[in-house]
């Protein structure tokens, strides 16, 4: 059974920085890409940031030059690192993995957030 175990959220100030780290357990095949959504409150939850095997990256528009996605699909890890912080940035920070896809149905898994609050 795949598992994703999110870490790294606190409560930083403006500008601070926080990075973010994702371990997936309990895969069988070949992880296809990873990323990063948030969701906060009374609001949809939305793609921060993803990776996948050919190293292409995306990025939400307000995070480009502030937030950076790494991955290393051998070990099963991401993190998302993330520079001068904005309240605007404060959500549950959810951790997103799609195996296989290639000789298998894709399938998606999340893990359970990591919360980031940024106090002004």
């Known amino acids: 059974q795949v598992q994703l175990v999110e870490s790294g959220g606190a409560l930083v100030q403006a500008g601070g920085s926080l990075t973010l780290f994702c371990k997936v357990s309990?895969?069988?095949?070949?992880?296809?890409?990873m990323g990063w959504y948030r969701q906060s409150p009374g609001k949809e939850r939305e793609l921060v940031a993803t990776?996948?095997?050919?190293?292409?990256?995306h990025y939400k528009g307000s995070v480009k030059g502030r937030f950076t996605i790494s991955r290393d699909f051998g070990k099963g890890t991401a993190s998302l690192e993330m520079n001068s912080l904005k309240p605007e940035d404060t959500a549950v920070y959810y951790c997103?993995?799609?195996?296989?896809?290639?000789?298998?149905?894709?399938?998606?898994?999340w893990g359970q957030g990591t919360g980031v609050t940024v106090s002004s």
């Open positions: 990776t996948d095997t050919s190293q292409t990256t």
């Open positions: 309990g895969y069988r095949y070949p992880l296809n890409s």
């Open positions: 997103k993995v799609i195996v296989g896809g290639i000789f298998q149905p894709p399938t998606v898994h």
